[in-house]
């Protein structure tokens, strides 16, 4: 008995890890792959077809003090105009949390090397909210709404794992059937 309470202490530890896990997934990308943030590559290619969202993170490598990472405004990117930075970083490896929706435009503010190609801008989608999460569209509800009174329903308690997509992943579905099997085994 005692190897068995050791085993269900295992598994919720398992569990409770994976549970605190799964909804804060979000994407880290590595700015030009394996070539870095470096003249000669084409970041709008490298760009194209990824979905950046608000808790996302963007990693530039490169020699440090070789390169700038500068966050500048619109105008600045489409110019390639160095010194007007929103923020900058010459340390070799910038990590950038995507913190807002919206255009975010990053240069190289070493003289030349914007115009050579050292320029990226991301499109941050707002991050998803929660299913069952009121959407702030703007609109107010209807005030002219019936409400009327449900049946009262006897049913059993469940629990559910929230999902940060709105949607179940495997990984979530995965969680969710190990702690149905869980409560299974302890109760």
């Not at 799964?22 to 000669?40: H, I, R």
Request: hydrophobic share 40%; aromatic share 6%.
């Amino acid at each position: 008995m005692a190897g068995l309470r050791g085993s269900v202490t295992g598994i919720a530890c398992v569990l409770l890890a994976l549970c605190m896990a799964v909804p804060t997934l979000a994407t880290v990308y590595t700015v030009g792959d394996s070539s870095g943030w470096a003249t000669g590559v084409d970041y709008t290619t490298w760009a194209k077809g990824k979905t950046f969202a608000v808790g996302d993170s963007l990693v530039f490598n490169y020699g440090g003090g070789a390169h700038t990472v500068d966050e500048v405004n619109a105008s600045d990117y489409n110019t390639c105009t160095v010194g007007n930075y929103i923020s900058t970083d010459q340390s070799g490896a910038t990590t950038i949390p995507l913190k807002t929706a919206g255009t975010h435009y990053f240069i190289c503010g070493v003289t030349g090397h914007c115009g050579s190609g050292m320029k990226l801008a991301v499109d941050v989608a707002a991050a998803a909210a929660p299913s069952g999460t009121p959407s702030s569209s703007g609109t107010p509800p209807a005030t002219n709404t019936t409400v009327t009174t449900p049946t009262p329903v006897t049913t059993k308690p469940t629990t559910t794992v929230p999902s940060s997509s709105g949607a179940v992943s495997s990984v979530e579905a995965l969680v969710m059937t190990m702690i149905a099997l869980f409560v299974l085994v302890v109760s």
